[in-house]
């Protein structure tokens, strides 16, 4: 399994995080993780764990609720950061509208500006959409960049209309699982198998029956296995296709 969305450098595993990231090491299920970041800070430590973890790979970018707090000069550095080993894109960027604490217009700029450093770069992008769906979908295709809507929560008339115009995946975590997505469910159901992708979102979103506890990439297998059972293949085969599908977004991983 790879986990392409986990946010190792979250406080939430500040005590045990050697312990996890050595069980990973070693472990046979997991493949690799794609660690996304949401600050420039955050961006360097993700970096670092890349740098410590052979199975690590890091995305660098801005969180839309991060937008508010980035310093002059922070284009340079994120540009410069890309270029660090085992950085194969750029994430998580875009908007927020749910919690919106950042000024709309800022969150805009901010995500417009990381599209063309990753447009510049031909890095692929990670992004974040809450509750935003129509000035998102308008942004990324007006970019002309590829990428990934982490935790998608979008329709199907979204997810087409991203597939018609762009080179645009989906990927899908935990909340699979929770009872009360059906809507999910839904549209997985509809994705089709070569534009989908797997995550954790971890500390975030723990996958039924494990919910309340801290999440990790461990968890992710009750992840697959539902997607797994809503789209009617196997295990071995959504682990086969999600694989295949990570290694042509993400083109850099393979080169690290
Ligand atoms: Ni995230």
Sequence with gaps: MIDTHAHYTDSRFRED??????????SDEIEYVIEASTSIEDSINAIELAKNNKKLFALVGIHPSDADEIKVG???????????????GIGEIGLDYYYDDVDRDIQKD????????????????????REAHKDVIDICLESGVRGVFHCYSGSIESAKQLMSKGDWYFSFNGVVTFKNASKVREVVEFIPLDRLLIETDCPYLTPVPYRG??????????TFKAIAEIKGISFEELERITRQNTLRL??????F
């Design 17 to 26: 995080i050697a312990d996890i990231l050595s069980r990973i090491d070693s």
């Design 74 to 88: 922070w284009e340079d550095e994120l540009r410069s950061l890309a270029g660090y080993d085992k950085v194969v």
């Design 110 to 129: 901010v995500l417009k500006k990381q599209l063309s450093i990753a447009a510049e770069l031909e890095l692929p992008v990670v992004i974040h959409d």
């Design 213 to 222: 506890k801290r999440n990790d990439s461990f968890l992710m297998r009750e």
């Design 250 to 255: 993400f083109t850099r991983m393979e080169t």
